[in-house]
C-alpha cells in the first residue's frame, strides 16, 4: 500500500497487456495465475490492457481475503457494448476521487484512453491514465527484421524513415489527440502529478540514440521515435529509463516472453509529469512462478508486465 516516508509517498505502479483476457495462454487456469502474479507484486495501481471480459474476475482476485483497507475499486475505462470488448482498467487501492468522461472522436475513444483521479496520503491529488495505441503498422516488427537483415548482411527491407514512419499513420495522431487536447481539457491548470500507462506499440526514442547504437540488436541503428519524442516534449518523464539509463544493460523489453526476435522491445511504459515525482525502482517480469509451468506459453502474456515505484512528495 502506499505509504509516507520522510515526507513523501511510496507508490507502486503495474502496467501489464495480459492478452486477450489473460486466456490466450491457457485459458481460465491462465487467467486465475496471472491474478496471483499481480497479487504478489503488492501494487498500489494496476493499469491492466486487453482486460476483455476478465476485469471482475481481476477484481474478485485481487481482493480475495484481504483486509478492508487493503481492497482494490476496479474502475473500467473502455466503454463498450460487447463485455468481451473492455480493453482498459485500473485498479487501485487508493481513494477514487473522480473519474473523467470517456472520449470520443478523432481517432481515440476509450478503447485507447481514459482515466480517474486518485487521492495520496496526505490528500494530494494523482491523476491516472491508461491507453493504447494502435498496434499497425508494427514499429517492433520492421525494426527487428531490419536488425536480422543487418546481422546477415542482407539487403535492408525498410530505411530508417521507414521504420520510424510506421508510427505516422495511426499512433502519432492518437498521441497527439492524447498529449495536445484530451490531457489539457482534463487536467488543465491542475499542477497534481499526471501517470499515462500502456502500450504505446512503439519503441522508445531515448533508446535508439547514436549513444546506443552498438547495443545488443541495436545493429547501428539510430531511430528517432516521434510517439515517445511527443511525451518527452510534452514533459512526462518514461520512468523505467530514468531508473535505469543504460539502455545496452537494461534494455527493459516488454516484447516479447512469447515471440522473442533480436532487436529489444520496450514498448509498455509508464510515463510521469509533475512536482515531486522521483522514479526509484523499475523491473520487467516475464517468467512465470514456479509451478505455473506451460508446455507451450513460457509467460502469461505476449507481453512482459513492467512494475516501477515512485516517491511522490508535496510538490
Known sequence: MANAQAGGTRLRIMEWNIWKGGREAGGAENVARLIELMRLQDADVLFILETYGSGQLILDGLNREAPADRRYAGVRITERPQPDRDNLWIFTRLPVVHRFPPVAGDGVDSFNFGGITV?????????LFNTWLWHAPWAWGRTDQTVKEIQ?????????????ATDH????????????ER??????????PVIVAGDLNTLPR????????????????????????????????????????DAGRFPGTTW????????????????ARG????????????????GHEHPEYPFYSDHAALVVEL?????
Open 206 to 245: 531515448a533508446d535508439w540514440t547514436a549513444e546506443f547504437a552498438q547495443a545488443p540488436g541495436h545493429a547501428g541503428l539510430v531511430l528517432d521515435w516521434p510517439v515517445t519524442r511527443l511525451f518527452e516534449e510534452a514533459g512526462f518523464v518514461d520512468v523505467y529509463r530514468a531508473v535505469h539509463p
Open 275 to 290: 512536482d515531486g515525482i522521483v522514479p526509484v525502482g523499475a523491473w520487467v517480469l516475464d517468467k512465470r512462478l514456479p
Open 256 to 271: 516479447s516472453p512469447i515471440f522473442p526476435g533480436v532487436a529489444p522491445g520496450r514498448i509498455d511504459y509508464v510515463w
Open 119 to 127: 487521492s495520496l496520503p496526505g490528500g494530494r491529488n494523482l491523476h
Open 183 to 192: 490531457l489539457p481539457r482534463f487536467v488543465g491548470g491542475d499542477p497534481s
Open 169 to 180: 499513420e495511426r499512433r502519432l495522431p492518437q498521441a497527439r489527440v492524447i498529449l495536445e
Open 152 to 164: 546477415q548482411g542482407a539487403a535492408r527491407t525498410y530505411t530508417d524513415a521507414e521504420i520510424v
Open 311 to 315: 516517491e511522490i512528495y508535496a510538490g
